[in-house]
């Protein structure tokens, strides 16, 4: 069974940058026909998709987000990692991070508070 497990930095300034780690246990970043993803959540705005990485390394990007997301993977760790930059109160949410065929396999998730 596919686990996932969000780990980073709970506060970030404005500005900088937020920086998350999802380490997958029980399978491979690697494995054919999955995608791994990153979405938000907030009492706001709900759940958000901010972007993805496929099993070939290509990367998918929310329009909104995309000038500053980047998401990348680690085979040799077997994680994938989330960058944002610029970073707002706004951008205050908790971070899951989910993999799958269809977004069957979700972290526990992970507040990221943006405070000074």
């Known amino acids: 069974q596919v686990q996932l497990e969000e780990s980073g930095p709970g506060l970030v300034k404005p500005s900088q940058t937020l920086s998350l780690t999802c380490t997958v246990s029980g399978g491979s970043v690697t494995t054919t026909n999955y995608a791994w993803d990153w979405i938000r959540h907030t009492p706001e705005k709900g759940l958000e998709w901010m972007g993805a990485?496929?099993?070939?390394?290509?990367?998918y990007y929310s329009p909104s987000l995309k000038s500053r997301t980047s998401i990348a993977r680690d085979t040799s760790e077997n994680q994938f990692t989330l960058q944002l930059s610029s970073v707002t109160p706004e951008d205050t949410a908790v971070y899951y991070c989910?993999?799958?065929?269809?977004?069957?396999?979700w972290g526990k998730g992970t507040l990221v508070t943006v405070s000074t």
């Open positions: 990485i496929s099993t070939r390394g290509i990367t």
């Open positions: 989910v993999g799958g065929v269809a977004y069957e396999c």
